[in-house]
């Protein structure tokens, strides 16, 4: 399942943006969520905004809160069986916590750090 907005109610893109103070080009994310923007292009015109900051290690801040009946599904998905993974847009410091959490059993995507950007 996807993480951002989805499992979780906030985008993590925006979360760091906001501690981070990159600065990101408003639209593109609302206009990806409702197919006015292919999300790929938007993702990609985000973090282009990011890199020329430095990278930080990052920290999780606080738990984000998980959509209304995400931890029953994936409770009685498990107890049935089945394999849970999350997809995101690189974020794994968010989906290493939901793992831990939820007992996810994997997750997509991991956001790149070259040249220490």
């Known amino acids: 399942m996807d993480m951002d907005s ?3 109610g906030i985008e993590v893109i925006d979360e760091l943006a906001a501690r981070t103070a990159w600065e990101l080009r408003s639209g593109h994310h609302p206009a990806a969520m409702t197919g006015e923007m292919d999300y790929d292009q ?3 015109e985000r973090v282009a905004c990011s890199r ?3 990278a930080r290690p990052l ?8 959509t209304e009946g995400a931890e ?3 409770r009685v998905l498990q107890r049935l069986g089945y ?3 999350v997809i995101s ?9 939901l793992q831990k959490r939820l007992g ?9 750090i070259e040249g220490g950007v």
């Not at 996810?104 to 790149?112: K, M, Q, R, V």
């Open 104 to 112: 996810i059993d994997a997750w997509s995507n991991t956001l790149e």
């Open 59 to 66: 920290r999780a801040g606080r738990e984000p809160s998980l």
């Open 89 to 97: 847009g690189g974020f794994s410091v968010a989906a290493e916590a």
């Open 6 to 8: 989805t499992l979780i």
């Open 42 to 44: 938007s993702l990609r």
């Open 72 to 74: 029953t599904l994936l």
């Open 52 to 54: 020329a900051r430095r």
């Open 83 to 85: 394999r849970t993974a």
